[in-house]
């Protein structure tokens, strides 16, 4: 054994850099160049990744927009719609009441009708006025 440790160990270091030297250097420049590419990849996806986050939160604010827009717009068409049908629906029994009072029933209508009958059998003019009944009169 030797007296100094220390020697020993820097012959063993100078033994091996004479052996794997030249590969150590090679595998130390692969190894830090490997290790740098791994920097930039993760740094090219952080980047890429916060901007999907920011596109992915400006699409969910246009969604959002776009939602309201929807939400009011079909609001007042369903306003509008309903207000409408409400005065069609107004006229439509204005336009009943107006139809009822104007019209005679069957049973009136037939009396008529044999009213005529009975005139014209008979030889007289007939003469049914306008205003009475809602029928023209004839001559």
Known sequence: MS???SLSKDNIGQIRDLIFGAQMDEYQQKFETLEKEIDRVRQQMS???EELKKSLESLKTQNE???QKL???IGGSEAKLEKHLRATERQLIEMLDQLGSETITKRQLGDLFAEVVARLH???EV??????RGIV???
Not at 127 to 132: N, S, V
């Open 65 to 67: 927009n776009s939602h």
């Open 127 to 132: 003469e049914i006025l306008k205003d009475q």
């Open 122 to 124: 008979d030889g007289h």
């Open 47 to 49: 980047a890429s990744f």
């Open 137 to 139: 009169k004839d001559e």
């Open 71 to 73: 939400s009011e717009q």
């Open 3 to 5: 007296k100094n440790p």
